[in-house]
């Protein structure tokens, strides 16, 4: 079975400090990696996926993410974080191999202070 | 205009009544779902349509009955509704069939509160 596991349920940084949200999956098949986020009072939206192509992918709003095979990691960077920022971000991982469902995380609330 | 679109937004109502939330979607795609998002925020899929066909019913009590009319709608009734039920339900559509590595565009949610 394949699962995620986002460390940290909240996370705070200065506004221009660098954002680090940190996902580890579980699958025992090559996976799809997706970030998720949810501003407040909204629905999902994609920030950036992973599927093979490139092992370093770059999203919306400034955002990347690395695949990291060896350390079944996915972690979400940005260089510099904006007020906007602040929302509530969530990994998934599906099934490369099957059209599957998507396994979503549990979700880090990311803060900005001024 | 509204890729994906949930009617009501919020929703209360007492135990043991039967409602029903409506989706819609125009982006002209073909796989449809349904997700409980709880107070922890954690977010879980019940349902998901491919071209009008359930595909995926994870274990939902019976008391949810999703429908699809055409593939740009998908609608869920709950019938007698308990406080558990309390959550906000996000609907959502892709292209394709269902995960894999297609986007899922999801709707606005609709918070419903059970009494």
Redo the contacts between chains.
Sequence with gaps: AQSVTQLGSHVSVSEGALVLLRCNYSSSVPPYLFWYVQYPNQGLQLLLKYTSAATLVKGINGFEAEFKKSETSFHLTKPSAHMSDAAEYFCAVSDMRRDDKIIFGKGTRLHILP | DTA?SQTPKYLVTQMGNDKSIKCEQNLGHDTMYWYKQDS??????MF?YNNKELI?NETVPNRFSPKSPDKAHLNLHINSLELGDSAVY?C?SSQ??????N???????TRLTVL
């Design positions: 994906v922890k925020k954690f977010l879980k899929i998901s995926i996000f959502a394709g069939k269902t995960g894999g590595n986007e899922q565009f999801f709707g606005p949610g």
